[in-house]
């Protein structure tokens, strides 16, 4: 069981195909829903109609905004600030401090402290050193071993129903040859709530590709996201399926707009 969305030029609107397509299910949820992104970094500002749209949405609602969730994978203004590998020091030692709860040290929140604080006997790993690395040298042949974990079995699983890390597993692909050569990235979700959490999900994850591909000197390549469970999420007293319905007619009012003109 699978539901393709076609595919788009970009995240926004990749979302709201997306968005669209699972919302129509029975249930208004689905599994494995796929999603192929042709450039994930085009159009990811506030400039976007649609992106202004959702993160209105969500910012009147007291709702974590799109830059918010893009931020806990990729935060991008930190590493335009301080480049790399500075930027990461910076995470550590200024950013885990303020987000991580007290006496709460599995689970900060950001997907990024566990790309680069991958646990290994001795000092951590950090992943997207590793990989731009294996990247950038020409003695390895292989194109498609660069892959990347998110979600650790020991820390969690456990008995809590809620709660804890969605996205699971990412993998880059070199595609193409010679001066055509890009480099691609695939994500998988555990579960994936659209309304909340996909914008920002997807506009982290294309910034997340952008760095590798900067740092390792190769264009970039589009985004597939798979979700094996995809959902379109409300919650009680801030959003319900009618106010879901008026912002996917206000997008595609918005997007309207934006070709015609």
Same mark, same amino acid.
């Given at each position: !069981?699978? @539901? #393709?969305? &076609?595919?788009? %030029? ?13 919302? /129509? ?90 790309? !680069?604080? @991958? #646990?290994? &006997?001795?000092? %951590? ?13 020409? /003695? ?113 009012? /918005? ?7």
């Amino acid at each position: !069981m699978s @539901l #393709p969305v &076609p595919p788009q %030029p970009d995240c926004a609107s990749a979302w709201l195909e997306a968005v669209r397509l699972v919302n /129509a299910r029975p249930g208004h949820h689905e599994h494995n829903v796929l999603i192929d992104i042709a450039d994930p970094v085009a159009r990811t500002d506030l400039s976007e109609p649609v992106i202004a749209l959702v993160d209105a949405f969500l910012r009147d609602r007291d709702t974590k905004r799109i830059e918010t969730v893009a931020n806990t994978i990729f935060p991008a203004s930190l590493y335009r600030r301080y480049g790399s590998p500075a930027f990461f020091t910076r995470f550590t030692d200024n950013v885990l401090p303020k987000v991580r709860s007290p006496g709460k040290k599995s689970w900060s929140g950001y997907y990024f402290e566990r790309m !680069m604080h @991958l #646990p290994q &006997p001795g000092e %951590p790993l950090n992943q997207l050193t590793e990989i731009i690395g294996r990247l950038k040298d020409p /003695a390895v042949r292989a194109l498609n071993k660069f892959e990347l974990s998110v979600f650790d079995p020991l820390r969690d699983v456990d008995g809590s129903p809620y709660g804890g890390q969605c996205l699971s597993f990412a993998s880059f692909k070199l595609i193409g040859d010679g001066d055509d050569r890009r480099l691609a990235l695939t994500a998988m979700y555990r579960n994936h709530y659209y309304i909340e959490k996909l914008l920002g999900n997807l506009i982290g994850l294309g910034r997340l590709q952008q760095f590798v591909a900067e740092e390792s000197g190769i264009a970039i390549g589009p985004l597939t996201i798979l979700s094996t469970h995809a959902t379109i999420d409300v919650k009680n007293g801030k959003w319900n399926r009618g106010d879901i319905a008026a912002l996917l007619e206000a997008c595609d009012q /918005a997007k309207a707009l934006a070709v015609a003109a």
